[in-house]
């Protein structure tokens, strides 16, 4: 237990020192309030507006009534967001990531395995999951983030993401 203890105060005390690349993929930028740097948000929300599309489009094929609305409006809404992050990239000095991150890619081939109500289940759980590091995200860029359009972006966004997450909450409830 001391040993733990030890390890978590030395990470807090070298976090400075540390890339927050990899806070932001372990979790601990999230869990501890800290804001992401510019090119963490927009590779965090890039790759989570593919993860939203893809995971969305196989959904809108295999799933029926309020999981396939959901999905189709997932499609729509993180294609819009993908649009207007793109137009902000250049002026950032940027480019948008091209591929999934390696646990959304397995989430996403998880989902392709399965059907029916196993994967509409699964389906909704990744999307609550996936909406509250969103808004996480969001939030956090949009308080403390070094770029005031992005930050002006963020916070524009953050209501729909808020949305997406009680839908997903309410749908995946009531399964």
């Not at 969001?138 to 953050?158: E, N």
Request: glycine share 8%; proline share 3%.
């Amino acid at each position: 237990m001391k040993r733990i203890l030890l390890l978590g105060a030395c990470l807090l005390v070298a976090a400075p020192a540390i890339a927050q690349s990899m806070g932001e993929k372990s979790g601990i930028n999230s869990a501890l309030g800290i804001t992401p740097k510019t090119m963490d948000f927009v590779n965090e929300a890039a790759t989570g507006d593919m993860f939203e599309i893809q995971s969305s489009q196989l959904a809108a094929e295999r799933t029926k009534g309020n999981v396939q609305s959901f999905a189709n409006q997932m499609v729509a809404d993180h294609t819009k967001t993908t649009s207007e992050l793109k137009g902000l990239a250049p002026r950032l000095e940027v480019s948008l990531p091209t591929q999934l991150t390696s646990s959304q890619q397995s989430m996403l081939d998880k989902l392709k395995g399965l059907q029916g109500d196993d994967f509409a289940k699964q389906y909704m759980d990744d999307q609550v999951s996936a909406h509250k590091d969103a808004v996480s995200l969001f939030q956090r860029y949009g308080k403390g983030g070094a770029d005031d359009k992005l930050k002006a972006w963020a916070d524009k966004t953050l209501p729909t993401l808020q949305h997406h997450l009680e839908m997903a909450q309410s749908i995946y409830g009531k399964m």
